[in-house]
């Protein structure tokens, strides 16, 4: 308990730093949020998507999950983006992964962990699709790190197939799909330069008329 008693202690503490430094602090952030981002994480507990991009509560709408996935079976990341699409009409979804990523590892070895193993599933497909230019790259970690890329390069694309992102663009909605790194060692956000903002921007393939 004694572990669960700091958690609060910490939590006076917040609050009177926040409000020393600004009284109305939890006033304004309290209201309706406006977010013009939505960001796709991973639930890693050292990347803290607010404190990375020095936004407020309020301010950016946050989605996380091991590895940053976007299964495009997965009806909780669906809700998520079609809640943050269609009702607070954000802007800009960024799909942010991380180097060092353990998800991302563990899908790089044969051991069984439980559950998880069919949700990173996913991650080996990636590591599938990109086999040959993944294993010419002979040190690990730099391979390791390639993948950490290229699932996030994925996961962008999944994103940018579904109805609720292309039904936004149908109507002219402004929307951009981002895919970032971050960095553990020094804190630093890295674009991956692979932003979709439009039907144009996807294959064929997976383009959809929508209603």
């Known amino acids: 308990m004694d572990k669960l008693r700091l958690l609060f202690e910490n939590n006076s503490d917040w609050v009177r730093s926040k409000t020393s430094k600004d009284p109305d602090y939890f006033a304004r952030t309290s209201k309706d949020q406006l977010p013009l981002y939505l960001w796709v994480g991973c639930s890693d507990s050292r990347v803290p998507a607010n404190e990375i991009v020095g936004l407020d509560p309020g301010e950016l709408f ?89 699932n996030v390069l994925q996961q962008v694309k999944n994103i940018s197939h579904t109805t609720i992102v292309q039904r936004a663009w149908d109507r002219k909605q402004p929307l951009t799909v981002h895919g970032w790194v971050y960095r553990l060692d020094n804190g630093k956000l890295s674009d991956l330069a692979c932003n979709r903002s439009g039907t144009a921007d996807v294959d064929p393939i997976y383009r959809i008329r929508t209603p």
């Not at 079609?82 to 954000?90: G, N, Q, Y």
């Not at 590892?105 to 040959?132: C, E, F, Q, S």
Request: aromatic share 8%; proline share 1%; hydrophobic share 40%.
């Open 62 to 150: 946050v989605h996380r999950n091991v590895a940053n996935l976007f299964p495009h079976t997965d009806f909780n990341c669906l809700s998520v983006l079609e809640f943050a699409v269609d009702i607070l009409k954000i802007e800009h979804v960024i799909v942010c992964g991380h180097y060092d990523c353990g998800g991302v590892k563990a899908a790089m070895t044969d051991h069984h962990l439980g559950l998880v193993d069919n949700w990173l599933r996913n991650i080996r497909d990636v590591y599938a699709a990109h086999r040959t230019e993944l294993e010419d790259i002979l040190n690990e970690k730099q391979r390791y790190n390639r993948l950490v890329e290229l």
